[in-house]
């Protein structure tokens, strides 16, 4: 099942993909959580990492990302390993900048990255409180309790009783409370967990624990 699943993977991202889902995490979740002593966050099949260095980039802006821990987990080794260099193709900025300054950027986004030659190198202290880990959420277990799970277009590739299966899993490991972001064609409310949510905001598919 690990070797059809890593097959499988689909590895199709953008830095601030949907901009205005990060700008809804931006303006409505982060006010909720800033106080939080510690935060903890998890991008579930983070891919190559795009979004994870843009949720760090976001938290840092809103002045939290050194009480953060992002953990990036992937079922493709190959694929993490790219994720933790922090290194992108210098042709995708135009498009992550346009994303970036919709999703409610604070400053030039050039200034988080270094070009060199068609490639960007990102500031290595965005990369300080990240763990990229391999993780299969069918087959493997919680490994932690988390404020915020990040899930999205993962779903989408699953028959019904898988996704029922790694809704589980991020059930198991949301904290009381905590906030879940989904893809555009993903949501819960079909699920077995349904009823245990509160819908956050709709449009972008964010929900918040409720029991």
Not at 13 to 31: C, G, H, L, N, W
Not at 132 to 149: G, L, P, R, T, Y
Not at 170 to 196: A, H, M, N, P, Q
């Amino acid at each position: 099942m690990a070797n059809v699943l890593s097959d499988f993977s689909i590895n199709v991202t953008e830095m601030f993909r949907d901009p205005a889902f990060f700008k809804s995490i931006r303006t409505k979740v982060i006010p909720l959580i800033k106080d939080y002593p510690s935060i903890k966050i998890w991008h579930v099949g983070c891919s190559s990492g795009e979004e994870v260095y843009s949720m760090a980039i976001l938290l840092h802006e809103e002045g939290i990302y050194d009480k953060t821990r992002i953990y990036a987990t992937d079922l493709n080794k190959n694929i993490l390993e790219k994720a933790k260099q922090g290194t992108f193709p210098l042709e995708g900025m135009k498009l992550y900048t346009k994303n970036y300054i919709e999703a409610g950027g604070k400053q030039a986004f050039s200034e988080y990255y270094k070009a060199i030659d068609d490639k960007v190198w990102f500031n290595p202290f965005l990369q300080k409180n990240m763990v990229f880990a391999q993780h299969n959420v069918v087959s493997d277990h919680s490994f932690n309790e988390f404020d915020m799970i990040i899930c999205r277009n993962v779903l989408i590739y699953f028959n019904k009783n898988l996704q029922n299966d790694v809704h589980q899993l991020i059930y198991e490991s949301l904290s009381t409370s905590g906030f879940l972001g989904l893809g555009k064609r993903e949501g819960v409310k079909f699920t077995r967990y349904g009823d245990c949510y509160g819908e956050f905001d709709g449009p972008e598919r964010l929900y918040r624990k409720i029991k």
